[in-house]
């Protein structure tokens, strides 16, 4: 927790994907401070005809290289929510040459009583985390 799905055009490499999934983990880890073995990641590729991202009207660029992120987590603060935006861009066009236009991000939030993992409990509201 927090969950990330990552949404891609079908194509990059495994090590490629490894680079991308750590980039994001480091950038989740700086901005909102979660534990480092707190880690819940999933990638979805998809053929270039499945994936639309247009610009929502801002004039901004989309290419092949796209990345949807949706980030499923508990509340988090305004100035996490940012970090979490700029440090994830960063890290992305630093070690995945992925350009800043090409990255959007969507937080939900939902709460403790929403989140189990494993057993069929919700630790949060057992007390196990």
Known sequence: MPLLRFDLIEGRSPEDLRTL???AHEAMLEAVQVPPGDRDQIVHEHPPAHLIVEDTGL??????????LQVTTRPRSR???EAFDRLLVERLQERCGIAPTD???SMVSNTDDDWSFGYGRAQFLTGEL
């Not at 004039?59 to 949807?68: D, L």
Request: net charge positive.
């Open 103 to 105: 990255v959007v991000v």
């Open 59 to 68: 004039g901004i660029p989309r290419t092949e290289r796209c990345v949807v």
């Open 79 to 81: 100035a996490m929510k």
């Open 21 to 23: 999934l750590a980039a």
